[in-house]
């Protein structure tokens, strides 16, 4: 009895250790299987076909062992035989992973072709896309800077002509430098014009000075003359010397003469008042008409003396914005340079009429006329006509250069030109309001 038990543990080892061994073997031929498989990807029947036949062993192993079910068997052969169980299943897992990934490639070979033909073109097309985009953003960042650089370039070429502003976009700071840039031009362009006005005032106060500075020397020189006359004359007189012994002859004349220097400083006087830069004409609501007529009746005794003809045709209740005491000054010296200037026995027309937005003055004075190369200069100062070859007489010169100052300061219109009868100066009055 005792010899049977031990047989039949030796025969239990012997077939655990033929398990154990078929067991090694099984595991070795499915790694080979599936190394074999991955290499040369064999279709799925015979991968199935495969995996039976690897797994029949082991199923037969199992069924021998649950035939062989002895009472006296340890714990240790249970223990062996989960362990058993354990490494079959994990070889079986590894097989259909593997059995899943050879299907996988062996059923999608062509996507595979596919993907890997494109994947050059993919990659170029996106490295275009790429380059694409960047000129593009590149373009949009640097536009305002171009735009800045323009206009700094045409300020340095002097072209301040008006700039178009580019669209606003989508990126704020875009958007501003652009409008930074395009008001650049206009700024300096104001900067530039302000400076070309103040190029302007200075050119008209250099002027102005070298005109005070000529005028002065003019009015030395006309004061000169007549100042060392009136000396000589009285040098003489006082030292009895040939016909200045003729005292009351001379006294008179140089009298006279006197009156003359004192007519010139009165229009120098006049003069410094309107040419003073704060100088604002006193405008007040005047009649012309009284005016004209005040100033015929001053000159009657000159019209006397010449023996003219004074004709009149006035214009009733002519009221203007001006001046009155300046507009007296401009008007007198007129009517007066026209008579005096007008050669004895002829006429002398004073008309002063309507117009739609005014009055004119007209005052012609008849008998000879002037060359019209000198009809420009009669308003400056100091100049006269050739008495010799028009019978002119000679005055201060100054005149109508103090009309012209008064009217330039009130912008009334005037001017004088030849016609058939003779000479006209004429002036326009806008109406007052």
């Known amino acids: 009895m005792k010899a049977?038990?031990?047989?039949?543990a030796e025969q239990a080892e012997s077939d655990k250790q033929n398990d154990q061994s078929k067991t090694k073997q099984n595991k070795a031929v499915s790694e080979s299987s599936i190394s074999n498989f991955q290499s040369s990807q064999i279709d799925m029947k015979t991968l199935s076909t495969a995996i039976n036949h690897l797994l029949q062993p082991s199923q037969t192993a199992k069924a021998k062992e649950h035939a062989q079910n002895i009472p006296g068997k340890s714990n240790t052969t249970s223990s062996l035989t989960e362990a058993e169980k354990q490494v079959t299943n994990n070889d079986a897992l590894h097989t259909q992973n593997a059995a899943s990934k050879a299907n996988d490639t062996h059923d999608n070979p062509k996507l595979t072709d596919v993907l890997q033909q494109l994947a050059p073109h993919i990659g170029a097309t996106m490295l275009a896309l790429s380059l694409l985009g960047s000129l593009i953003y590149a373009k949009i960042i640097a536009k305002p800077f171009r735009y800045m650089s323009d206009a700094l370039k045409d300020i340095m070429n002097l072209d301040f002509s008006d700039k178009?502003?580019?669209?606003?976009n989508t990126d704020q700071t875009d958007f501003n430098l652009q409008v930074a840039a395009s008001q650049v031009p206009t700024i300096v362009k104001n900067l530039h014009e302000s400076n070309q006005d103040l190029r302007n005032e200075l050119k008209k106060e250099q002027q102005l000075e070298q005109s005070r500075k000529e005028f002065m020397s003019m009015i030395s020189h006309e004061l000169k003359t007549p100042i060392a006359a009136v000396m000589g004359q009285l040098d003489g007189m006082i030292h009895g010397i040939g016909a200045y012994k003729d005292r009351d002859k001379y006294l008179k004349r140089s009298y006279e003469m006197m009156q003359d220097?004192?007519?010139?400083?009165?229009?120098v006087s006049e003069l410094s008042k309107i040419q003073n830069p704060q100088f604002k004409p006193n405008l007040k609501v005047i009649s012309l008409t009284n005016i004209i007529e005040d100033v015929i009746k001053k000159v009657d005794y000159f019209v006397s003396v010449k023996q003219l003809n004074v004709q009149s045709n006035i214009k009733q209740d002519a009221q203007i914005l001006a001046d009155p005491k300046f507009m007296q000054t401009a008007i007198f010296n007129i009517i007066s340079n026209a008579i005096h200037y007008t050669i004895d026995h002829q006429h002398v027309y004073i008309k002063l009429y309507e117009k739609p937005n005014g009055y004119a003055l007209e005052v012609l004075n008849t008998g000879s006329q002037i060359d019209e190369d000198k009809l420009a200069h009669l308003f400056e100062p100091f100049y006269r006509a050739n008495p010799d070859k028009h019978g002119l007489v000679q005055g201060s010169g100054l005149g109508l250069y103090i009309?012209?100052?008064i009217l330039d300061k009130h912008q009334f219109p005037y001017g004088i030109q030849n016609t058939p009868q003779g000479v006209k100066c004429s002036i326009v009055f806008p109406k007052a309001m």
Do not use: F, R
């Not at 178009?164 to 606003?168: G, R, S, T, V, Y």
């Not at 220097?261 to 229009?267: D, S, V």
């Open 403 to 405: 009309v012209k100052q």
């Open 261 to 267: 220097i004192n007519i010139l400083t009165e229009k």
């Open 4 to 8: 049977s038990g031990t047989q039949t």
């Open 164 to 168: 178009k502003l580019l669209n606003k």
